[in-house]
Each structure stands twice: as structure tokens, then as C-alpha cells.
């Protein structure tokens, strides 16, 4: 058993939001904080809310938005026709394929409800969940640590159909060529000039926590020389990379037309954290010449909380390389050409190790690809 | 414009079931007989019965199952719930999750209620659907060419999440690697030791006759030098390949569970005809390490009817090779290597041609790694 925890850390860097704050009791150095509102799976297990529903987080509270919904709290959210149908499905697919804009109203409506009436801000604050202790009740779910006997079990955040992975760290693209090739022509010609990617089997990506179990597979029995043929065997070579994915929506593109990289930041929804499980091992033997396959299919896992770009927005930066050199070609240049300052960590604790031990960290800006050209 | 046309035609080698006739009108000769059966799901324009659900094909009578369904004609099929629910769906998905003991059931229903009183089967013939006119109007939609009053529409059969493309032809690849690296070396070593293959974008899977958008990227500009870079246009070089399909049903595998070479065989609903379309100069520049992407992401054509393997049972042979040298890994030992005798042409006719011209033929009996181990 390996315990794999990947931290996002989104670090203060000024906000016209700021200074909200919210009338539910929440620790200020919480991630969930009220200008965060994370969307989620949730369900409650043992409770009549057994059935998956679309919640918030704010601190240790899960809010629970279909009831909200259902309370004719999103009524007035234009072109969200309805929110209750919306909210209480078992994902947030439904949600997502409404426009950006539906989206930021969403957002914005839950901090006007969880907003302090005293609040700094030119925000209006609705008093109906505030002033609504029934509702609370129903709605609120205390995930805090003190608090064993709520169960909230988080689900996947949508139905994936189609996940493509790409290679978009230049380092690490160097690191690997150069292990497999040599230091002078590490990166192939190709990686400079477009996203490198390769689909994943969307039917193995699990909720972060989830149990891996170690996959089997073909294992090349000399390692520099795969005419000697291979083993069956479970992979000695496990690994798990720390990568951000992110969840495209919108109305899907039709088929022939092509998304332009100016439209292309109103259909991101959001982010999370991934890991990308890999056989090495296994991965060695199989991928030439189609890529990897087995070595990958076993397992993806992401965290169960999407933030949104729009939560995002403040932490927007330029990237650790400022341009990309060479310049890509008109169709993939990004006139605004940028990243999100969010520091990244992954730790491994392993079954006789007290606690974990953090192996790499790194920062979102580092990608030199970004979401938008990926 | 190019039009596409593949085509299967399975020929008669014996069955328990030859004998069979139907008392619905049909041309002999149609692949569409009374021991077929295929899938598949239709909807029918301008009519009360615009909403897709589930089909299934008799000479040139498309028979819509969820009217059978409906009027109780596949309530005497066990662990198959609510017939009315499975057949009304616009797919086949929920019909394909059941185990096959069902697929076979109803495909057996479906031939009672259309085999003739005077077939010389062992076959108890049902009179239900024979001497209900009402029913068979509702039902039964013409669509040979003779009848241009109604327009049947052919959906994709089912809803697809992951799809893969295995690499099993061994003359495909061992032509493939002769123009890439040397003939003595065409395979490589991985090839003859496991099905490879790469996960496809299953979003862009379109049922046959859609219309591809020629796809542009980025075409290197030195064909034997990537380093020169890539310019960005239209491909030049679009392909399609013949290949077979299948879909997978049953109940989804437990994660970290393993699907045995024995218990495969109950999984493998039917098989359709599909073009992996390809862009050959963009696979060229993109490929490396990862395999194919936007090279073949753009169009993957499937024929609208599934052909079960049941029906195809009955053209079971023996594989080309007969048997496979070197002897695969134990887990990927078929003690029945086999495939089914079914020959394939594929043609293609220009915008300015008269008519289709034949380019390529073979038989799926020459495929090395069959439905099974992959």
C-alpha cells in the first residue's frame, strides 16, 4: 500500500474578493474559502441524501446544492433553466455544458447566500439561507474532523467519455529524453511545436483515495535489448506522476470546427489534481510504436473537488518561461500566453512509514504548454 | 468528397438454423436473414417515432423493438427486467450490460415471433406478432429502395466511453515496419507477444456515411527530417483502413479484477465494420513517443447494425495461422484460437467517379490476434 497525497496550494496574490468573509463558522486558513466554492460529487451515506448530488465546500461545510436548488434559491440565474434538475444529478456534466457565464452566476449567487451581511465588499448578500435554519440543517454537512459521526463520500465530479494526457512539462519531456536518447537531443523535434498527447481509458479514472491495485503485465526480461521477449508478471515499477487535469465544458464543438485559442478559455471549466499511474515495466515493453496502453489503463486518479477558473482568475501569472521559444505556430500562439501561480506538492507514505514523505514540489506556471493550447 | 464504402458479407458454411424462413416479405439474397438478427438503433424522422430505440433488421424491414416491447411481446424473456425501458433507450447500452444468456434469449424471441408456421426448425413459432396487423404497422418501417416515403435514420448503436485500436493484422504491420525501418526487422519484438494498441477519441466515433471534415495540423516539412519543423495546413494524406469492431458488454469488470482468456467469450456482444480514419502526414510529425493523436482523432466510422456473435457462431474457423508462433504468455493463451470466416472489401469512389472501385479484400480470419485477446 502506497498513500499518495498531492496538495494544491493556492497562494494570496490580491483579489477585488478579498476581503468577504462568510456568516458560517469556517477555520480562515482554509483552502474552501468563501471566494473558492469548489464544485463537487457528494453523497451521504446512511443518511435519506443516500443518492449522489452536486455540493459546494466552504471551510469544513458541505453544501449541498441540490437542496438549495430545490429551496428556489438559483431561480433567479438566467439561462440555467433548472437548477434543480441540474444539481441534483448523480454528476456535474449537466452543469458544465452551460455557458461560462452561467457558470460565474452560479458562483456568484452562493457567495451572495454564505456572504457575511457585514461583509467590505460591493457584493449584495441574500439573507434567505442565512435566516433559513431548517434549510441549513438539510443542506449543511459538517466534514470537520471532530465531527465522525457525518459520512460524506466523495464521487467522481463527472462522467468522463474522452481524457487526453499530455506531456507538457518541459523538464520532465528533457529528463525522460535524455534517459532514453541522449542529453544534447533530449526533447524530439516535435515537443517544441505542439501539445504531445495521447488518449487515457477514461473507464479507470477513480476519486483520489481510491485503492490501486497493482496491475500484471508483460515485463521485458533483458532490459536493453526487447528481442529476448518478455514476462508476465505484476509490475515492479510502479509510479505516479503529480499533474493538474482540467474539465472542458460547454456546448461540445461540433464536429469539423475548430475551437480558436481565443475561445478556447471560455470552455475550461476548472481544475483539479491528477495522478497518473504508471507501469514502467510494463509501459517499456509495450509502447512502441502506438504509445503507452496497458501501463497506463489501470488507474488515474484526481481529486474530488474542481476549482473553477473563475476562482482561479487571481492566481493567473505568466509562466516560468515568460515566451515560448520557438514560437508556435499562428494557430496555437496564445496571445495571452500564461499560467496560474499554484504551488504543487506530492508526498508518499508507504505502510511501515509513520508519515508521508514529500518527494517533489513544483508550481503550475511550470508547464510550458498551457491548458488553453493543450 | 470521397465515399466510403466497406462492406461484409458473411457466406453460408451450415447452421441448425438454414432451414428458417420468415413470413415477412424479403429478398433471399439479403444479408439481413431470419438467423442474423443485428442490432441496432433508429429513429424515424417526421413520424410520431422520432426518438431513437433499439432495432433490429429483417430483409428490408427495420423492426422497432421498443413497439414490440411495449406490447408485451419480450415478457416472457427471464432477467430482463423491464424490456420496455431497455429497448426505448437510444442505445444499446443497457440491453449489452446484460449477461449474454439474455442476448441470446431475445435474439431467439425475436426469430419466433418472425419464423414461418411451416419452418422446418425444431422452432416453436408465435403467432403474436404474425396475425397482429395493427402491430406490424406500428413496427414495421420499409426501407428498400423501391420505398422513398420512409426515411430511416441510422444513430450511432451505442453509447461509447473508451474505445481501442489494436494493431492485429501481421501483414498490416510487418508492411508498415518494412517502410519505416527494414524488412528483416519489420515487426517489432513486442508485436508477436501481445495485441498492441492505443485508446482512440471516442467522441469523434460517427456511424458510416457521415461526412468527414478533412482535418488540418501540423505536416513536418522535410519528410526525412523532423527537425526542420512543421508547417500547418489541410492533410494531404488521409486514409481510412478496413477493420472490425466489437463491443463489450456484460457487467462492468471490478477494478483490479482480471478477465480470464475463458470467461472472455461471454463478454463480446457482436461486431461491426469501421474505418479508422487517419491523417498520415500529421501521424508522421505527432506520433513520437506517445503514438497517434490528432492524427486520428478527427473521424472513426462504425456500420450502424451490430451483428451478434451468435449469428456469427456459425461462421466460426479456424485463424490463417492456424495456430500462433511464438506461443503467446499463459494469460494470453486461446485454447479455441479461432476467428470466423467473414470476408471484407473495401472500395472508395471520388467526387468525379462513376462508381465505387474496389481497393482492398481479405477475410477476418487473417487478423493474428483475435476478438478474444484483445
Same mark, same amino acid.
Given at each position: ?219 521485458? +526480461? ?5 528481442? @529476448? ?9 510502479? /509510479?505516479? &506522476? *503529480? !499533474? ?78 515568460? +515566451? ?5 505556430? @499562428? ?9 496560474? /501561480?499554484? &504551488? *504543487? !506538492? ?29
Amino acid at each position: 500500500k502506497i498513500y499518495n497525497m498531492s496538495k494544491m496550494n493556492v497562494s494570496e496574490t490580491g483579489s477585488d474578493l478579498k476581503c468577504l468573509t462568510s456568516w458560517v463558522e469556517m477555520d480562515e486558513s482554509s483552502d474552501f474559502s468563501i471566494d473558492n466554492i469548489p464544485f463537487g460529487v457528494c453523497s451521504f451515506p446512511g443518511t435519506t441524501n443516500a443518492r449522489p448530488r452536486c455540493c459546494t465546500r466552504l471551510g469544513d461545510t458541505v453544501i449541498d446544492l441540490s437542496t438549495l436548488s430545490e429551496a428556489g434559491l438559483f431561480d433567479v440565474i438566467d439561462h440555467l433553466d433548472s437548477p434543480t434538475y441540474t444539481f441534483s444529478r448523480d454528476t456535474l456534466n449537466n452543469f458544465m455544458t452551460h455557458p461560462k457565464q452561467v457558470w460565474a452566476d452560479v458562483r456568484m449567487r452562493i457567495i451572495e447566500l454564505l456572504v457575511s451581511p457585514t461583509s467590505c465588499n460591493a457584493l449584495t448578500p441574500d439573507a434567505r439561507l442565512r435566516t433559513n435554519l431548517p434549510l441549513q440543517k438539510t443542506a449543511f454537512h459538517d466534514v470537520s474532523s471532530e465531527n465522525e459521526n457525518i459520512q460524506v463520500q466523495m464521487n467522481l465530479p463527472a462522467s468522463i467519455q474522452d481524457y487526453t494526457d499530455f506531456y507538457s512539462s518541459r523538464e520532465h519531456a528533457t529528463n525522460v529524453g535524455t534517459m532514453f536518447r541522449d542529453p544534447a537531443n533530449a526533447l524530439n523535434p516535435n515537443w517544441t511545436r505542439l501539445p504531445v498527447g495521447y488518449h487515457g481509458r477514461s473507464s479507470s479514472i477513480f476519486v483520489s483515495g481510491h485503492e490501486v491495485t497493482r496491475p500484471c503485465g508483460q515485463l521485458q +526480461i533483458n532490459p536493453t535489448d526487447a528481442s @529476448e521477449g518478455s514476462n508476465y508478471g505484476p509490475s515492479r515499477l510502479l /509510479d505516479f &506522476e *503529480l !499533474e493538474v487535469a482540467f474539465f472542458v465544458g460547454g456546448k461540445p464543438n461540433p464536429h469539423g470546427e475548430r475551437l480558436t485559442m481565443e475561445r478556447s478559455s471560455e470552455r475550461i471549466f476548472g481544475f483539479v489534481l491528477m495522478n497518473d499511474w504508471s507501469a514502467r515495466d510494463i509501459q517499456k515493453f509495450e509502447y512502441v510504436p502506438l504509445g503507452p496502453f496497458g501501463s497506463k489503463n489501470f488507474a488515474t486518479t484526481i481529486s474530488p473537488w474542481i476549482i473553477t477558473t473563475m476562482a482561479l482568475e487571481k492566481y493567473k501569472c505568466a509562466t516560468s518561461y515568460e +515566451i515560448q521559444e520557438p514560437i508556435p505556430l @499562428e494557430y496555437l500562439q496564445d496571445k495571452d500566453y500564461s499560467s496560474y /501561480d499554484i &504551488e *504543487l !506538492e506530492i508526498a508518499i507514505m508507504g505502510e511501515n512509514m509513520k508519515e508521508p514523505v514529500k518527494v517533489s514540489k513544483s508550481n503550475l506556471r511550470n508547464l510550458y504548454w498551457n491548458a488553453k493550447q493543450q
